[in-house]
């Protein structure tokens, strides 16, 4: 195990690298902001004159050197202190903290799904190929590239919630219904169902495609043929020869695409009310709370970063070569 | 390429040949959006909430009784417009940094690469949003935005292909007449690497739109500046009543990417014959 370990020792400070860059780089972006932060809060205050906004800036060193600055604000985002916001009047990293948990089961869930469902439907549609079945699954995928995320998630609702009455349209549990234990686990996933199938289409798509090319690039391989030659069953043959291998570029563009996936929860969010970091995303664009924007983007990155460092741990066990060749 | 090769690869794939169709028709529509609709899509043209099929309104209105139809038109003009501007702007940040890296190798390669690695971590639909609300939304930040946070494939694209190209006899050829590096980068090993770039860029014009329509639903989008995904966005909360003011410029969103995807895979096995049949 000492090569994925050091495999991982070395993610884990490219990690760092990047999260640096991303804070310099937030850091940057807060002074672009429009508002200074002593004007606002002189306005807040009801007391704009010259002397006390000048005071305020002295008092949170908004008058040092910009690498002073530079300093002082990544030395609050390592004790997780993302800034203050005026039109909340709390902390932000307050606010993030108590959406956090509704972003992670949906951008979890969603990822997890779309990457076994595309797989398998990728799987389907190489071992069937030129059939109706492949035809089929390249038409939808070619279909949900095409849409819009925010779309698919209103007509799903429009079917399922509107017309059928099947499916919650909005919200992440029932309002007054005052459910516990297995009860709420249960209304909290009813609710989780069109978030979490509109999210994941895009990518099962993508991964199904992605599946079936590289599948179909593996069955031509030697070692295929031999254990054809050994007589070894279809279905063990593409299981344990064919996909194994074939997975490998999909884990791949599985990480690369986390950072899209995060980023879509914003859409998806929005269109289904579901109380987590993307929809406090919107909040924040409406009310124009930079602050919030910005630990939004701040934290995003962070789940990026953890989504992609969990890739790294499949292609570990997928691929046990990697402990021994790196 | 002989032009009539070109053209009979492209019209073997009769999926992008009908892409084609679509597109040339949803550029029609936009280049004459004012002669089909005249007047200001932003104007009242009929009561509030008519279902599709009224009389002065094909698509329907929406909420304050703006032509469903006119803003489609309209919109197809923004939404193309934005698809460009911003892969062009993408393609000149993405090629030079990738054509720098690919070309001078080492170190260059290595700083450009940690930098684009570093664009590709971030989450970049958050990052549009987070620069188009600081810099607030126009028609330049949009763009501006879009191309910030699409550059990173074609860098490695980019790169990718001046790496294999740099070892070749003719570019080692201009190296040793002396040529100097713009004029190899420029005039040697950029034309001989535009099929792949041609390619990717023709499908990034589709997710620009798709970005920009995502923008727009937001709220992001520009104020003076009819948009799909801004329709969308601003129906959503009537949707139980009034489907259609959501569903047609949702559909006019996936004809026209969906199109741009069927021509982009169409000049794919165009340009790169050998990988087409090697797929086939």
Excluded: C
Aim: hydrophobic share 55%; charged share 10%.
């Amino acid at each position: 195990m000492l090569g994925f370990a050091q495999l991982f020792a070395s993610r884990l400070v490219k990690a760092a690298a990047i999260l640096i860059a991303i804070v310099v780089m937030n850091f940057f972006l807060v002074h672009a902001a429009p508002g200074d932060p002593a004007m606002v809060m002189a306005g807040e205050a009801g007391a704009a004159d010259e002397k006390f906004v000048a005071q305020l800036r002295e008092q949170f060193g908004l008058d040092r050197p910009l690498y002073e600055q530079l300093g002082t604000y990544v030395a609050k985002v390592v004790q997780g202190d993302l800034g203050f916001s005026y039109r909340q009047q709390r902390p932000v990293w307050d606010i993030l903290a108590e959406r956090l948990p509704a972003t992670l089961v949906l951008t979890l869930t969603a990822f997890l799904l779309a990457l076994a469902a595309g797989v398998a439907l990728g799987t389907l549609a190489a071992i069937a190929v030129g059939t109706w079945a492949d035809s089929a699954i390249t038409v939808i995928a070619l279909l949900a590239y095409a849409t819009p995320i925010y779309w698919i998630g209103l007509m799903l609702s429009l079917l399922f919630s509107i017309q059928l009455g099947w499916l919650p349209a909005f919200g992440y549990e029932t309002i007054g219904a005052g459910y516990t234990g297995l009860a709420h686990v249960a209304d909290v996933a009813v609710h989780l169902i069109l978030p979490v199938i509109t999210l994941a289409l895009f990518y099962m798509a993508s991964y199904a495609r992605l599946t079936r090319a590289s599948m179909l690039e593996v069955r031509g391989l030697d070692f295929v043929k031999t254990a054809k030659a050994k007589g070894l069953t279809q279905s063990r043959i593409v299981t344990r020869h064919v996909l194994r291998n074939a997975i490998l570029p999909v884990i791949t563009v599985a990480g690369i695409q986390a950072g899209q996936l995060v980023g879509g929860s914003i859409l998806i969010e929005t269109v289904f009310a579901w109380p987590g970091i993307g929809r406090l995303a919107f909040e924040a664009v409406l009310q124009r709370d930079y602050q919030v924007l910005l630990g939004i983007f701040l934290v995003t990155s962070i789940m990026v970063i953890l989504f992609n460092i969990l890739t790294d741990i499949l292609y570990g066990l997928v691929d046990p070569r990697i402990q021994v060749s790196q | 390429m002989m032009k009539s090769d070109f053209w009979r690869a492209f019209v073997r794939n009769k999926g992008a040949v009908l892409g084609l169709v679509i597109l040339i028709a949803i550029v029609v529509l936009a280049a004459f959006a004012s002669v089909f609709f005249p007047g200001d899509p932003w104007e009242m043209a009929t009561a509030p909430f008519q279902p599709p099929l009224s009389e002065d309104a094909l698509l329907g209105s929406d909420m304050l009784g703006r032509d469903i139809a006119s803003g489609i038109a309209h919109g197809a003009r923004v939404s193309l417009l934005i698809g460009l501007t911003s892969t062009a702007a993408a393609l000149a940040i993405g090629v030079t940094l990738g054509a720098l890296a690919g070309f001078h190798g080492g170190k260059v390669d290595d700083a450009i690469m940690r930098f684009t690695e570093l664009f590709q971590t971030i989450p970049n639909f958050v990052l549009a949003v987070v620069l188009v609300a600081i810099f607030t939304p126009s028609l330049t930040t949009i763009v501006l935005a879009i191309a910030i946070v699409s550059w990173p494939p074609l860098a490695r694209l980019a790169r990718a292909e001046f790496l294999s190209l740099r070892t070749r006899e003719f570019v080692q050829a201009a190296i040793t007449t002396g040529q100097s590096s713009t004029s190899i980068i420029l005039r040697q090993i950029l034309p001989n690497s535009l099929s792949p770039i041609i390619v990717s860029a023709s499908l990034m014009v589709a997710t620009a739109i798709l970005l920009e329509s995502s923008l727009s639903f937001l709220g992001l989008g520009d104020p003076n500046a009819m948009s799909w995904g801004y329709m969308i966005g601003a129906a959503r909360t009537v949707i139980r009543q009034a489907w259609w003011m959501s569903v047609f410029p949702g559909l006019a969103i996936v004809l026209t990417v969906l199109a741009l995807n069927l021509v982009g895979e169409g000049l794919n096995d165009a340009l790169n014959p050998k990988l087409a049949r090697s797929r086939g």
